[in-house]
């Protein structure tokens, strides 16, 4: 058997009189890749009463119409009056992700010790990679039912806020100021529940038409104030008081803007209304496996919840734009 050995040259940067220059790299890796969304640390987060997790929605109260209500004072005829209440629920779901530590590789790291973060990193960003698709998953799930599931996802609040059927359309040639301002202003001018909006999200895109159009329009330069985590937005004044706008990139869009056929969705929220229902931790818990034949360390990231949009039908409208 002839034995061949192979010319590892190319492997050095530089070979030369009394010099050998070998590959090295900074110990720090760059990232800032997206993870977290803002929308998932603004909601509420309850504990789960089972599965599916179930809750009481009243939508009336004990009230006389007019007709029955007033009698004469001399001939008291009281009409029977009960509360309405709606019997709701969400079902729970699970979002995993597997993460394999090779032992040689592990090995192999800690001798050369030029990356030795890196097994607690990689280990933190897969918690942070399941927060990203459960922040995602809480705007964009593709499940269609709290009732009757369709598929393993959410029913993302974007859906549920469409399904309850308040959604106005702005047209390429109209004001979205104008049309923002109008809205939350029917929503609070509602009779039957003391509607508050708290947020809009939208697309950044959205937004700084938002921007904009005040400049443009109004010559004016929206307020901005700080929400969860340190970040600072602009705020829109309207008759629920200064409301937040808050960039969600999540919620994408269709088109190009600018061409007549784009359209940008916003959701103008009552956060209140919203709820992640979590069993056991609202956060995800990590599991290591029994060590395989391979000699694999295996850990598994684990999260179980559900998200639900209370009052979807009165307390939160879809607002799409046509630019």
């Known amino acids: 058997m002839t034995a061949q050995f192979q010319d590892i040259h190319a492997a050095a940067d530089f070979i030369g009189p009394g010099a050998i220059e070998v590959p090295h790299y900074q110990t720090e890796i760059t990232d800032i890749v997206r993870r977290r969304g803002v929308f998932g640390q603004r909601i509420k987060q309850v504990p789960a009463t089972g599965h599916p997790s179930r809750f009481f929605e009243q939508t009336g109260v004990p009230s006389p119409t007019p007709a029955t209500g007033f009698v004469d004072p001399r001939n008291i005829v009281a009409a029977v009056v009960t ?158 008081g200064e409301i937040p706008l808050i960039p969600e990139w999540t919620l994408s869009f269709t088109g190009t803007p600018g061409s007549g056929t784009a359209v940008l969705p916003a959701y103008i929220v009552t956060e209140d209304m919203i709820e992640y229902h979590w069993l056991t931790d609202p956060n995800p818990r990590v599991f290591q496996l029994g060590t395989p034949g391979s000699l694999a360390s295996q850990h598994v990231v684990v999260k179980f919840g559900g998200v639900v949009v209370k009052g979807a039908n009165y307390a939160h409208y879809q607002v799409l734009v046509d630019r």
């Open 83 to 240: 509360p309405t209440r709606v019997e709701r629920s969400v079902p729970l779901k699970a979002l995993v992700a597997q993460l394999n530590y090779n032992l040689f590789d592990m090995e192999l790291g800690q001798q050369q010790s030029q990356f030795a973060y890196l097994q607690a990193k990689d280990l933190a960003d897969t918690v942070e990679g399941v927060m990203r698709a459960h922040d995602v998953a809480l705007w964009t799930g593709n499940d269609t039912s709290l009732t009757t599931p369709t598929t393993t996802q959410y029913f993302g609040a974007a859906a549920q806020i469409a399904a309850g059927g308040n959604t106005t359309t702005v047209a390429a040639t109209a004001s979205i100021v104008d049309a923002f301002k109008s809205t939350i202003a029917q929503m609070v001018a509602n009779s039957s529940f003391a509607v508050r909006p708290t947020a809009i999200y939208a697309n950044p895109v959205l937004l700084d038409l938002i921007d904009r159009e005040m400049k443009s329009e109004f010559n004016v330069v929206l307020n901005t104030k700080e929400i969860a985590g340190g970040v600072s937005v602009k705020t829109l004044s309207t008759q629920a």
